[in-house]
Nanobody
Framework: QVQLVESGGGLVQAGGSLRLSCVAS????????MAWYRQTPGKQRELVARITGRGDTNYANSVKGRFTISMDNAKNTVYLQMNSLKSEDTAVYYCAADIYTNEDVRMYWGQGTQVTVSS
């Protein structure tokens, strides 16, 4: 089994910062890439940031310049540093990862962590 567990969400004032973490554990051979998504009620899931195993990163235009994704391969952990937070960043943030196990390759999801940005 593979599990992704997010942490670091919470309440923050506009202009503040949060750092999200996501730890993958279980029967992992290699993590191909990891990403952060977010979703608010009534809206489509949005890709926030993605990092590949080779270190290439992609960001949604709405967060570019404010958010930074990074990965610690040794710890199977991906981070999302969120600076200059805006109220529109309020959402449930989900960690996702393409993980190779000794059996197959799948995309795994965490349960999400709530980020609320107040004015």
């Amino acid at each position: 089994q593979v599990q992704l567990v997010e942490s670091g969400g919470g309440l923050v004032q506009a202009g503040g910062s949060l750092r999200l973490s996501c730890v993958a554990s279980g029967n992992i051979f290699v993590i191909n890439n990891m990403a952060w998504y977010r979703q608010t009620p009534g809206k489509q899931r949005e890709l926030v940031a993605r990092i590949t195993g080779r270190g290439d990163t992609n960001y949604a235009n709405s967060v570019k310049g404010r958010f930074t994704i990074s990965m610690d391969n040794a710890k199977n952990t991906v981070y999302l540093q969120m600076n200059s937070l805006k109220s529109e960043d309020t959402a449930v943030y989900y960690c996702a990862a393409d993980i190779y196990t000794n059996e197959d390759v799948r995309m795994y999801w965490g349960q999400g962590t709530q980020v609320t940005v107040s004015s």
